[in-house]
């Protein structure tokens, strides 16, 4: 059974730093792509970002370019969500989601962890 | 980026009735990479339909989608009662993939 658990939400100050963490099991993780989609309080869904199996593409959607970073550990099974640079806007529950189709780094989810919840607020 | 446009944004019906959900794209979706998803309060979303009209595993066969280009519908032939929850169209065909704001199905 395919299972994703996410980890490292919390309160953090605008303009702080958080990295989110995924587990994943019951699949082989290394040959799959990965994204991160988050959801606003009482809003609806926005993809955050997505990396290659082998961890060597990466994109971003525009609203957090440049201030977080993709990354994966194939040999521990964890996808990463570093996020820097916070603001309050990027308040909300990053999902971790396994596609089970691809093309050019744009890709259904198939499977989806609980979410973890960031807040970012003084 | 392609915006995706669901109506009606809330569909009041009773248990055994027909959902008909819309969702409509600024431009055309390439190769109907068309996604549905289900959502239920404090719970992550459930893959439906991808593909426009493809069952994903385990979803039951009141559930259909269909659609190309610009126009595609997901219908719930006889709604029961874990069916209401908020619905979420989704195009992977172009990059930054996007999500529609949603319909929510109630009790009425």
């Known amino acids: 059974e395919v299972q994703l658990v996410e980890s490292g939400g919390g309160l953090v100050q605008p303009g702080g730093s958080l990295r989110l963490s995924c587990a994943a099991s019951g699949f082989t993780f290394s040959t799959y792509s990965m994204n991160w989609v988050r959801q606003a309080p009482g809003k609806g869904l926005e993809w955050v970002s997505y990396i290659s199996s082998t961890g060597s593409t990466m994109y971003y959607a525009d609203s957090v370019k440049g201030r977080f970073t993709v990354s994966r550990d194939n040999a521990k099974n964890s996808l990463y969500l570093q996020m820097n640079s916070l603001r309050a806007e990027d308040t909300a529950v990053y999902y971790c989601?396994?596609?089970?189709?691809?093309?050019?780094?744009?890709?259904?989810?198939?499977?989806w962890g609980q979410g973890t919840l960031v807040t970012v607020s003084s | 980026e392609i915006v995706l446009t669901q109506s009606p944004g809330t569909l009041s019906l009773s248990p055994g009735e027909r959902a008909t959900l819309s969702c409509r794209a600024s431009q055309s979706v390439s190769s109907s990479y068309l996604a549905w998803y289900q959502q239920k309060p404090g719970q992550a979303p459930r893959l439906l339909i991808y593909g426009a009209s493809s069952r994903a595993t385990g979803i039951p066969d009141r559930f259909s989608g269909s659609g190309s280009g610009t126009d595609f519908s997901l219908t719930i032939s006889r709604l029961e009662p874990e069916d209401f929850a908020v619905y979420y169209c989704q195009q992977y065909g172009s990059s930054p993939s996007t999500f529609g704001q949603g319909t929510k199905v109630e009790i009425k």
């Open positions: 989601a396994r596609p089970s189709y691809c093309s050019g780094g744009t890709c259904d989810y198939y499977h």
